[in-house]
């Protein structure tokens, strides 16, 4: 049906099947089979701890992946909360994921930064120590559409409840993020993506 109404609206939407199972290997491996005989266009992750916990996810993944085709999406739903999520899943085979958190977090003033920059990946804005904080968000971040910004200014943003401060914050996050994705997507086809790892874990 889904095909039929591609071709007759003329919209290409693909069209994925999302295993299930929780933390249980058995139901997460028998989900993988029956959703991997299916002729979807790709093949989906989902459930409560994909992305919210890694190791579980980690796990999940390792389970299902001897089952899912290799030719085929992989999507992992929900994962984005950390930058390291990306190094992991993509080491395990991820093509795609998605989640709330970088624009719920930014809206809180939690920014994602470089490692070098601090250890958690992210600084709170909000904290007093921005107060007066010239430098740009993430200095090591280049051509972000909102790098011109410093932190001094989005501290006050925020603590006026400006409503500009939530768009800057979330554009920050999703542009590190979609940064850090490309950097990926090259180190992979330059046979460099443990070395991108080591820099970034």
Same mark, same amino acid.
């Given at each position: 049906?889904?095909?039929?109404?591609?071709?007759?609206?003329?919209?290409?939407? @693909?069209?994925?099947?999302? =295993?299930?199972?929780?933390?249980?290997?058995?139901?997460?491996?028998?989900?993988?089979?029956?959703?991997?005989? &299916?002729?979807?266009?790709? =093949?989906?992750?989902?459930?409560?701890?994909?992305?919210?916990? &890694?190791?579980?996810?980690?796990? #999940?993944?390792?389970?299902?992946?001897?089952?899912?085709?290799?030719?085929?999406?992989?999507?992992?739903?929900?994962?984005?909360?950390?930058?390291?999520?990306?190094?992991?899943?993509?080491?395990?085979? =991820?093509?795609? @994921?998605?989640? $709330?958190?970088?624009?719920? &977090?930014?809206?809180?003033?939690?920014? @994602? $930064?470089?490692?070098?920059?601090?250890?958690?990946?992210?600084?709170?804005?909000?904290?007093?120590?921005?107060?007066?904080?010239?430098?740009? =968000?993430?200095?090591?971040?280049?051509?972000?559409? $909102?790098?011109?910004?410093?932190?001094?200014?989005?501290?006050?943003?925020?603590?006026?409840?400006?409503?500009?401060?939530?768009?800057?914050?979330? &554009?920050?996050?999703?542009? @590190?993020?979609?940064?850090?994705?490309?950097?990926?997507?090259?180190?992979?086809?330059?046979?460099?993506?443990?070395?991108?790892?080591?820099?970034? #874990?």
């Amino acid at each position: 049906k889904h095909k039929k109404n591609t071709k007759h609206h003329g919209y290409n939407q @693909f069209l994925f099947g999302i =295993i299930q199972g929780a933390n249980h290997k058995n139901l997460r491996e028998e989900s993988a089979k029956i959703i991997s005989s &299916m002729d979807f266009d790709g =093949i989906a992750i989902g459930g409560e701890s994909v992305g919210y916990n &890694m190791e579980a996810t980690k796990n #999940i993944l390792d389970w299902v992946n001897p089952i899912i085709p290799e030719d085929k999406p992989h999507y992992t739903m929900g994962l984005g909360h950390s930058p390291k999520d990306l190094f992991d899943v993509v080491e395990k085979g =991820i093509d795609i @994921f998605d989640c $709330v958190s970088p624009t719920r &977090m930014a809206r809180n003033g939690t920014l @994602f $930064v470089h490692k070098k920059i601090s250890n958690t990946y992210r600084i709170n804005i909000t904290n007093a120590v921005h107060k007066r904080d010239k430098i740009t =968000i993430d200095p090591l971040l280049e051509n972000s559409p $909102v790098g011109h910004y410093s932190r001094a200014y989005l501290h006050h943003l925020f603590n006026t409840s400006e409503l500009l401060a939530y768009s800057i914050a979330s &554009m920050h996050n999703l542009y @590190f993020l979609l940064n850090l994705s490309k950097q990926i997507r090259e180190a992979i086809k330059e046979n460099r993506f443990q070395e991108l790892k080591n820099e970034w #874990i």
